[in-house]
T-cell receptor, first 117, second 116 residues
Framework: AQKITQTQPGMFVQEKEAVTLDCTYD???????LFWYKQPSSGEMIFLIY??????QNATEGRYSLNFQKARKSANLVISASQLGDSAMYFC??????????????FGAGTQVVVTP | GAGVSQTPSNKVTEKGKYVELRCDPI?????LYWYRQSLGQGPEFLIY????????DSGLPNDRFFAVRPEGSVSTLKIQRTERGDSAVYLC??????????????FGPGTRLTVL
């Protein structure tokens, strides 16, 4: 079964607008972490933001915020004030901590974001 | 040093050959990870090391794949009897250690493997 689902294969967003990228996850592990990575056309994976399952507050990092809805098992990424440099592939990932493999990230299929002037 | 480095950046080989892919993690990082990314897909976990030992190798697809990290820094991913289906970008990442969280995995630029 798919652990991470990203239903939006691609999105266009205008510069300076906000964009929300959807991510739902599937786990029975009470302790887990959720991650977002950016992959520009150069290919390198860039860490954006992390949310732990026990964190009470939604994570924020600059223009990135994670809308964590635990009951719905969703972890959407919000990018505010989009810039042309935000054009990239965005991946949601999960780590299930209780199984003893805290290093294993499971990634979704990604969402391609194109920011237009 | 700087970031995670991987060599070679590109590798073309023939079906049935043996290949080695190298990863140099960020200095001081204790954990090292290997992923494989096929075209149009997210990275797929292969194996990770904590120090010299493989903490989880559940993602290695079969016994043709093997990875080592003998001194707890550089790692080599070894693929025997390569098949066309092994063609992908192989990503390495590292994390953890003094002043560094295990949450953020720092990725290298990848090795693009093409099996003809």
């Amino acid at each position: 079964a798919q652990k991470i689902t990203q239903t939006q294969p691609g999105m266009f967003v205008q510069e300076k607008e906000a964009v929300t990228l959807d991510c739902t996850y599937d786990t029975s592990d009470p302790s887990y972490g959720l991650f977002w990575y950016k992959q520009p056309s150069s290919g390198e994976m860039i860490f954006l933001i992390y949310q732990g399952s026990y964190d009470q507050q939604n994570a924020t990092e600059g223009r990135y915020s994670l809308n964590f809805q635990k009951a719905r098992k969703s972890a959407n990424l919000v990018i505010s004030a989009s810039q042309l440099g935000d054009s990239a592939m965005y991946f949601c990932a999960m780590r299930e901590s209780s199984k003893g493999s805290w290093g294993k990230l499971q990634f979704g299929a990604g969402t391609q974001v194109v920011v237009t002037p | 040093g700087a970031g995670v480095s991987q060599t070679p950046s590109n590798k073309v080989t023939e079906k049935g050959k043996y290949v080695e892919l190298r990863c140099d993690p960020i200095s001081g990082h204790t954990a090292l990870y290997w992923y494989r990314q096929s075209l149009g897909q997210g990275p797929e976990f292969l194996i990770y090391f904590q120090g010299t030992g493989a903490a989880d190798d559940s993602g290695l697809p079969n016994d043709r794949f093997f990875a080592v990290r003998p001194e707890g820094s550089v790692s080599t991913l070894k693929i025997q009897r390569t098949e066309r289906g092994d063609s992908a970008v192989y990503l390495c990442a590292s994390s953890g250690g003094k002043g560094s969280s295990y949450n953020e995995q720092f990725f290298g630029p990848g090795t693009r493997l093409t099996v003809l």
